[in-house]
């Protein structure tokens, strides 16, 4: 039986095209619908400076390691936010939520 402990990696490119990308926030949705957020590692996560062609597209990949008990079934990438760094944010969400409430 799995014990929950897994790797999710999720590819994406991105550019910025004056200052460079610098950190990447993230939030997995479990299949439980719990939301843990936490930021990526890559090489230009850190410093003032972007170094390359902050113009051109890079590829990224956000690794998150599941721990053991972590909850089995469908998790999904619930939001980016891709900071440059000029301090400047963008945020995409991948989830639409909808609360309503029945009458009877």
């Given at each position: ?5 897994s790797v999710?990696k999720?590819?994406f490119?991105?550019k ?12 997995l949705m479990?299949p439980?619908g719990?939301s ?6 890559h090489?230009?996560e850190?410093?003032?400076?972007f170094?390359?062609d902050?113009s ?9 390691e ?10 999904q ?5 891709i900071?440059?760094?000029a301090g400047?944010?963008?945020h995409?969400q991948?989830i ?9």
């Open positions: 039986e799995p014990d929950g402990a999710v999720v590819y490119k991105a910025d095209d004056k200052s460079g990308i610098g950190t990447v926030g993230y939030r479990d439980q719990f843990h957020q936490g930021y990526m590692s090489e230009n850190y410093g003032p400076i170094h390359g902050s051109a597209w890079n590829e990224y990949t956000l690794k998150v599941l721990a053991k008990g972590s909850p089995g079934g469908k998790w990438l619930e939001s980016l936010d900071h440059d760094k400047n944010r963008k995409h991948f639409e939520l909808l609360q309503f409430v029945t009458s009877r």
